[in-house]
């Protein structure tokens, strides 16, 4: 493969990184639009919060991984709504809401589509880094507490809710917050997620309230 003019030393470095992970690999063999799907198959294979999920929202969901994966081991009647700021392929059994998931008038759009509350909330949102990580870190928990907001007013009881972070310290405290209610509750790095990245998924599984 030959690129042409020249490119930054972290533009090639994330090439190099690209072609030589096995994730990226795997997700064109099995018809994936990216390497985030493993990440998600292999924490519902821990926690199994898809199988049985018939109301769906995926958060962030461009370009459509996690949908596909939601799609795939969700019921065959189940309702999936996702939303993201950039557009994406249509993925059967999904419903595509693009826009700002912070603004109500989408949050609305969501609730109205799926008709009643959610058994399962996943959010994948992430920020565009700057490379500072104390920045980035609020950065993304700021959308964290927006989509764990929602979710205490869109879960069902029993329901599930998974969200991505960047470690940095402000996610102690809302890992507290969602203990109270949940009655599970826990951090996940799967094994997608590449080993130098503050990534890391906060699961909460059964919804108290």
Same mark, same amino acid.
Request: no cysteine; aromatic share 10%.
């Given at each position: 493969m030959q690129i042409k003019g020249k490119m930054s030393i972290s533009s090639r470095r994330w090439l190099d990184r690209q072609l030589n992970d096995p994730y990226v690999k795997s997700a064109h063999k099995d018809g994936y639009r990216c390497r985030a799907a493993y990440k998600l198959k292999e924490m519902d294979e821990k926690f199994k919060f898809i199988k049985k999920s018939k109301y769906i929202i995926d958060i962030g969901a461009a370009p459509g991984g996690w949908s596909q994966v939601l799609s795939q081991k969700s019921l065959p009647e189940a309702k999936i709504a996702s939303i993201d700021l950039l557009d994406f392929n249509p993925i059967e059994k999904v419903k595509i809401f693009i826009g700002d998931f912070q603004d109500t008038q989408n949050q609305e759009a969501i609730i109205n589509y799926l008709g009643q509350k959610a058994d399962l909330i996943v959010s994948d949102m992430a920020p565009s +880094?700057?490379?500072? %990580?104390? +920045?980035?870190?609020?950065?993304? @928990? $700021? *959308?964290? /507490?927006? %989509? /764990?907001?929602? %979710?205490?007013? @869109? *879960?069902? *009881?029993?329901? $599930?809710f998974i969200a991505k972070i960047f470690m940095g310290g402000k996610e102690k405290i809302l890992f507290k917050h969602i203990k109270r209610d949940f009655l599970t509750t826990t951090f996940y790095k799967p094994k997608a997620s590449r080993s130098l990245s503050s990534e890391i998924y906060l699961i909460g599984i059964g919804f108290k309230k």
């Open positions: +880094t700057i490379g500072h %990580a104390k +920045t980035d870190h609020l950065r993304i @928990m $700021n *959308l964290v /507490y927006s %989509a /764990y907001d929602f %979710a205490q007013n @869109m *879960l069902a *009881l029993n329901g $599930n």
